[in-house]
């Protein structure tokens, strides 16, 4: 049976839940728990807010199936209630605690790579992993000081891979407010990168 399950569309699985089939549930959340988890890492960088965000995006699907709409992509939609739900969350930490985001460490960070899935490691040196984690870290912490707006549409984009349309969608923003925050955003990430390198190797 779940060997059936794995073929099967999203909207195939959606309309199998809507019908009662709790293992077509399960199904979803195994082809999305590490993609979820690793944008909700990147986002709030907090481990306990990603574990309750993360849990209560898969709750509210769960608790959805009388309001699914099986024509729509789910991929799209699961991401825009992670999204609210991870700015919600970190509205009221922030609040609580009066740190700011960037501020925050975890020494058990899941490495960027794991995320971006782009380097196969058969030929990597010891020092060339090394390099790597120096990258991800300083790479992370970049992304993590920035605005919220400017963050969440970097995540989306480049770690994500949404399309334009898609980020408009999940955002509720014009295209042409994605392209411009986009813009804005790699801007920033870039400034803040070169004078990152050059504080490192000065």
Request: net charge neutral.
């Amino acid at each position: 049976m779940a060997k059936d399950l794995i073929k099967l569309t999203d909207g195939e699985l959606l309309t199998r839940y809507t019908e009662g089939e709790e293992a077509a549930f399960r199904e979803i959340v195994t082809r999305y728990k590490n993609g979820l988890y690793a944008f909700l890492r990147m986002f709030l960088n907090r481990r306990e807010l990603v574990e309750d965000v993360f849990q209560e995006t898969f709750l509210q699907l769960f608790n959805s199936r009388e309001s699914f709409d099986t024509s729509r992509p789910l991929r799209p939609w699961l991401f825009t209630i992670a999204a609210n739900k991870a700015k919600d969350a970190l509205r009221k930490w922030q609040r609580k605690n009066a740190i700011p985001i960037g501020t925050m460490t975890d020494s058990e960070d899941m490495s960027f790579d794991d995320m971006l899935n782009s380097v196969s490691s058969d030929r990597t040196m010891p020092y060339e992993e090394l390099q790597k984690e120096e990258t991800a870290l300083r790479v992370r912490q970049i992304i993590s000081v920035m605005p919220e707006n400017l963050r969440e549409i970097l995540v989306f984009a480049y770690f994500n891979r949404f399309s334009y349309k898609q980020m408009a969608e999940i955002l509720s923003i014009p295209i042409g407010t994605v392209k411009s925050r986009l813009h804005t955003a790699v801007g920033r990430f870039e400034k803040e990168w070169t004078s990152s390198v050059g504080s490192k190797e000065s």
